[in-house]
């Protein structure tokens, strides 16, 4: 386990240019194995996650090589439609590689996939829309085996859940599939209008992402080519946080003020001044902050639930009462007791979250349980009287790129903002 060892009241001022989204560039990856040509991603964060997909990627025969933020890969010698149980239980999004290894091999052999815990995680909904394609599944244990055994044919898909997974799975699997699929009830995440956009690159026929009926006309072949990853939503929000908590002035470029449309009002409601040209945001903390009343999760372009924990730690020092209602995930609440120990003042009832902002946190050992609960520890810790000590470091560093981080010994990192 590394830790990450947090100075407090250090104001958070400057500029930094935003990096590209994790949730973009962990679905891309797994769509280059549809790809018959080499793809050349850009923007690449530098982070766990993507090195968990670029290892997979090396185990199914893919050529996958970084240079620093540029992400090369060529499918030419894929040559496996299983992956192994340890690489399967890194990460959560391991689950992509379902609808991938489908379309391409009509095959997938895969074992239920690890993540954060963030409450039951199934993937019900992924497997009953690939059913419907005509994937046919077995399970051993915990292995699931899926094939095709007739091919892939589109067909309407109503999703109960606008789920982003399994939006994305049904992309992957039917854009070489035969025929039309038409995807009502869609998740519409700039993630996944950003996979359609790579995908439309090298050939793909897919209409309406971004919008909750998505099209996508099977296409014969996809070649590979250059994208660049949209900037992180989750990431900025996190920057701006840790400018809110400490008087700070920061300047954001790379971002796309549309994408965050939704967290933007409770910076502005806790007396922050937020201000946003086409691609850069300004924000400016006031001494004091004040307590934003409601914040509601949902699906975008609503609140996102990736936000919530790290935007807690700020209502967490407010001059009033936030109250928080999570309804993406039924356990993401796993911050509280650290930030609790850090001296904020916080009642959980189920998915309510009631947050009375106090005037002084101070530095303790706390642990990350999963990447935002951890990104919710560093922006208190930056709020806090003295060090903080946050254990489960390598939780953060699945979502939040290296640069930002230096390591000072074996286990130990140091932010470096
Ligand atoms: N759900 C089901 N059945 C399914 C799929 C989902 O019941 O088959 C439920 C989930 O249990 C959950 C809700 O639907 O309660 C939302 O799940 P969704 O499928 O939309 O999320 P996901 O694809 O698993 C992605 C992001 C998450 C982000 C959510 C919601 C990636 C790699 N992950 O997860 O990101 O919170 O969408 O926006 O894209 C993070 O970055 O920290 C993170 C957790």
């Known amino acids: 386990m590394s830790r990450l060892l947090v100075e407090g009241k250090k104001e958070i001022s400057g500029e930094i240019t935003a990096q590209g989204a994790k949730n973009s560039i962990l679905p891309i990856l797994a769509a280059t194995i549809l790809?018959?040509?080499?793809?050349c991603l850009k923007n690449c964060p530098n982070l766990t996650d993507v090195d968990f997909s670029l290892d997979i990627l090396h185990y199914l025969g893919c050529k996958a090589h970084r240079e620093n933020t540029t992400i090369t890969v060529n499918a030419e010698n894929f040559?496996?439609?299983?992956?192994?149980?340890?690489?399967?239980?890194?990460?959560?999004?391991?689950?992509?590689?379902?609808?991938?290894?489908?379309?391409?091999?009509?095959?997938?052999?895969?074992?239920?996939?690890?993540?954060?815990?963030?409450?039951a995680r199934p993937i019900d909904i992924h497997i009953s829309s690939l059913k419907k394609l005509g994937a046919v599944f077995e399970r051993n244990d915990d292995i699931i085996i899926c094939s095709a055994p007739d091919g892939l044919k589109g067909c309407n898909i109503d999703l109960r859940y606008q789920s982003v997974g399994a939006t994305e799975n049904i992309i992957l699997a039917s854009v070489l599939a035969s025929g039309t699929t038409i995807i009502s009830n869609a998740a519409r995440e700039p993630e996944i209008t950003d996979l359609v956009a790579f995908l439309n690159k090298c050939g793909a026929k897919i209409f309406g992402a971004g919008t909750e009926t998505?099209?996508?006309?099977?296409?014969?072949?996809?070649?590979?080519?250059?994208?660049?990853?949209?900037?992180?939503?989750?990431?900025?929000?996190?920057?701006?946080?840790?400018?809110?908590?400490t008087g700070g002035c920061l300047t954001v470029y790379d971002v796309i003020p549309e994408h965050i449309r939704s967290v933007i009002p409770f910076f502005r409601e806790t007396g922050c001044v937020v201000k946003c040209t086409?691609?850069?945001?300004?924000?400016?903390?006031?001494e004091k902050l004040t307590s934003p009343e409601l914040i509601t999760t949902k699906p975008y372009p609503s609140f996102p639930t990736d936000a919530q924990p790290p935007l807690m730690s700020v209502a967490a020092v407010g001059g009033g009462i936030t109250v928080f209602v999570e309804n993406v995930f039924t356990n993401r609440y796993n911050h509280v007791p650290s930030l609790r120990k850090l001296g904020a003042n916080i009642i959980v009832n189920d998915?309510?979250?009631?947050?009375?902002?106090?005037?002084?946190?101070?530095?303790?050992?706390?642990n990350a349980m999963d990447l935002r609960g951890g990104a919710a520890l560093v922006v208190a810790a930056l709020a806090a009287e003295g060090t903080t000590e946050i254990n489960g470091f390598e939780h953060i560093l699945r979502g939040y790129d290296r640069s930002l981080f230096t390591k000072t010994d074996e286990n130990t990192y140091k932010p470096n903002f």
């Not at 990853?229 to 809110?244: G, K, Q, S, V």
């Not at 947050?355 to 946190?361: D, E, M, N, Q, R």
């Open 214 to 245: 998505i099209l996508i006309e099977g296409v014969k072949k996809l070649t590979g080519a250059e994208h660049k990853i949209i900037p992180d939503r989750i990431a900025i929000a996190t920057y701006m946080a840790c400018t809110a908590v």
């Open 278 to 286: 086409e691609n850069e945001l300004r924000i400016f903390a006031p």
């Open 35 to 39: 790809c018959d040509g080499e793809s």
């Open 351 to 366: 998915r309510l979250a009631i947050v009375t902002g106090v005037k002084k946190l101070h530095g303790t050992s706390v």
């Open 79 to 119: 040559d496996k439609s299983t992956v192994s149980d340890s690489l399967m239980k890194r990460m959560r999004s391991s689950v992509i590689f379902l609808g991938a290894l489908l379309g391409k091999a009509h095959h997938a052999e895969i074992s239920c996939p690890g993540g954060c815990e963030l409450g």
